[in-house]
């Protein structure tokens, strides 16, 4: 069974930077795309970044573009997503998603990813 577990959440000042990690256990991280998306208190879900599993193409969320950067290590079964210049709206429950899927593209889109961590809070706040 595949797992997902992310960590590397926290409190930060406007400006500031995090790093999240997503550790896939059960299964090689090889074989998937993965993607995170963040919910705030009252809002819809949000994709924010993915990866695929082929060729490592990236997306990001127009809102994050140019400050987060997604990234993968298949040898330590781990995906990094590095956040820079953090705001008060990138705060909420970060979450990492897996899906099978060997192509070169990926999709910010929820219902396509069956795999799920139970999330990590990230809080920006002065």
């Known amino acids: 069974q595949l797992q997902l577990a992310e960590s590397g959440g926290g409190l930060v000042q406007p400006g500031g930077s995090l790093s999240l990690s997503c550790v896939v256990s059960g299964f090689p991280l090889s074989r998937y795309a993965i993607a995170w998306f963040r919910q705030a208190p009252g809002k819809v879900r949000e994709g924010v970044s993915c990866?695929?599993?082929?060729?490592?193409?990236?997306d990001y969320a127009r809102s994050v573009k140019g400050r987060f950067t997604i990234s993968r290590d298949n040898a330590k079964n781990t995906v990094t997503l590095q956040m820079n210049s953090l705001n008060l709206e990138d705060t909420g429950v970060y979450s990492c998603?897996?899906?099978?899927?060997?192509?070169?593209?990926?999709?910010?889109?929820?219902?396509?990813?069956?795999?799920w961590g139970q999330g990590t809070q990230v809080t920006v706040s002065s």
């Open positions: 990866i695929s599993a082929r060729d490592d193409v990236t």
């Open positions: 998603a897996a899906v099978p899927r060997l192509f070169n593209s990926c999709v910010l889109r929820g219902r396509e990813y069956p795999s």
